[in-house]
């Protein structure tokens, strides 16, 4: 059973840093992407960063130049720094995490149950 696990959030006051890790679990199949994605209260979810097997990443504008994404692939876990946060990027944060098939063409994407951040003086 794959199992997608978040862990680093927590209450942070403006201007700080925090460290997510997201480890997958649970699949023989290889590894597409992951990535982040964030939910504020009353928002929709939105797209934070992602990376590829390739190591290619993929930054929201509002994440650039203070979030950076990383991974180990050896451990199935991405990474997301982020520093100089500010009250806006609170939400629950999301991993994901996307498979390829084994039909070649074909993906198959996971999710982890989130982790708050919450960004508060």
């Known amino acids: 059973q794959v199992q997608v696990v978040e862990s680093g959030g927590g209450l942070v006051q403006p201007g700080g840093s925090l460290r997510l890790s997201c480890t997958a679990s649970g699949s023989s199949l290889t590894i597409y992407a992951m990535g982040w994605y964030r939910q504020a209260p009353g928002k929709q979810r939105e797209l934070v960063a992602t990376i590829t097997g390739y190591d290619t990443t993929t930054l929201a504008d509002s994440a650039k130049g203070r979030f950076t994404i990383s991974r180990d692939a050896a451990k199935n876990t991405v990474y997301l720094q982020m520093n100089s946060l500010k009250p806006e990027d609170t939400a629950v944060y999301y991993c994901?995490?996307?498979?390829?098939?084994?039909?070649?063409?074909?993906?198959?994407?996971?999710w982890g149950r989130g982790t708050q951040v919450t960004v508060s003086a």
């Open positions: 994901n995490t996307i498979y390829l098939g084994v039909r070649p063409g074909t993906r198959i994407e996971y």
